[in-house]
């Protein structure tokens, strides 16, 4: 039975499903399906190839995969394209106007933590991890601390600059920095957000820091999650 849902749920045809002007339900029509919103958040860094796409969202099907790739490529969100020699693999990339709804993502993101459905202890992958700190920064504290921190995560590195009361995150390795952390998604929470004491080599499933302790702490005290509605 769930393979014969799946199936059909592919090779469905997309539909228009609301009769509405307004922008809202037009956007839903776009990336309302379950998976879509979170392939974006995969692609927002980057391109990304499909089997690092589905890497990152646990429970998707290559099917399903597919089938939400094609549609977010129909509409003009997402396109294909293969990297040159030596790579000469396909990626899966966000077009310029579908980046443009990467400030929407950290906003939803933002609002739906409040809830107290939310589970913090959940899968997270880097992608995720790197919006989080985008969406829960505090501006006014990030404006006094110009800092570039470099993320090692398990087989994927990020770069993130704090500027200008925001954070801006590059995917891929930072040539110098003044802080850098190791670990994975579940150790950067106990750290930034858990606010677990800081270990160099990450004690108590923390992240490991290399840099000024200070510094790093100062970084960490940047990000907040928000209080839970009740």
Same mark, same amino acid.
């Given at each position: 039975?769930?393979?014969?849902?799946?199936?059909?749920?592919?090779?469905?045809?997309?539909?228009?499903?609301?009769?509405?002007?307004?922008?809202?339900?037009?956007?839903?029509?776009?990336? =309302?399906?379950?998976?879509?919103?979170?392939?974006?958040?995969?692609?927002?860094?980057? *391109?990304?190839?499909?089997?690092?796409? !589905?890497? +990152?969202?646990?429970?998707?099907? *290559? +099917?399903?995969?597919?089938? !939400?790739?094609?549609?977010?490529?129909?509409?003009?969100?997402?396109?294909?394209?293969?990297?040159?020699?030596?790579? +000469?693999?396909?990626?899966?990339?966000?077009?310029?106007?579908?980046?443009? $709804?990467?400030?929407?993502?950290?906003?939803?993101?933002?609002?739906?933590?409040?809830?107290?459905?939310?589970?913090?202890?959940?899968?997270?992958?880097?992608?995720?991890?790197?919006?989080?700190?985008?969406?829960?920064?505090?501006?006014? !504290?990030?404006?006094?601390?110009?800092?570039?921190?470099?993320?090692?995560?398990?087989?994927?590195?990020? =770069?993130?600059?704090?500027?200008?009361? =925001?954070?801006?995150?590059?995917?891929? *390795?930072?040539?110098?920095?003044?802080?850098?952390?190791?670990?994975?998604?579940?150790?950067?929470?106990?750290?930034?957000?858990?606010? *677990?004491?800081?270990?160099?080599?990450?004690?108590?499933?923390?992240?490991?820091?290399?840099?000024? $302790?200070?510094?790093?702490?100062?970084?960490?005290?940047?990000?907040?999650?928000?209080?839970?509605? $009740?």
């Amino acid at each position: 039975m769930k393979l014969e849902k799946i199936t059909a749920e592919v090779s469905a045809p997309r539909e228009r499903r609301y009769d509405d002007a307004c922008g809202t339900a037009l956007a839903l029509e776009f990336i =309302g399906e379950r998976w879509s919103l979170l392939i974006m958040r995969e692609l927002v860094f980057g *391109a990304r190839r499909f089997g690092e796409i !589905r890497a +990152n969202l646990p429970g998707i099907s *290559a +099917n399903v995969l597919t089938q !939400r790739l094609e549609s977010l490529e129909e509409v003009g969100i997402l396109l294909r394209y293969r990297l040159p020699s030596p790579a +000469n693999v396909q990626v899966y990339d966000l077009t310029d106007w579908g980046r443009e $709804a990467a400030p929407l993502m950290r906003d939803l993101g933002r609002w739906a933590a409040r809830s107290p459905r939310h589970d913090r202890s959940l899968f997270m992958s880097a992608a995720s991890a790197m919006m989080s700190l985008q969406a829960l920064i505090d501006p006014k !504290r990030a404006a006094e601390l110009p800092v570039s921190v470099a993320f090692h995560f398990p087989g994927e590195d990020f =770069g993130a600059t704090v500027t200008g009361g =925001g954070i801006l995150v590059r995917r891929g *390795a930072m040539e110098a920095s003044d802080l850098a952390f190791t670990g994975d998604t579940m150790a950067m929470r106990r750290t930034i957000y858990g606010k *677990a004491p800081l270990a160099r080599d990450g004690a108590g499933g923390t992240l490991a820091f290399a840099g000024e $302790a200070a510094l790093a702490q100062s970084f960490v005290d940047l990000f907040a999650l928000p209080a839970r509605d $009740a």
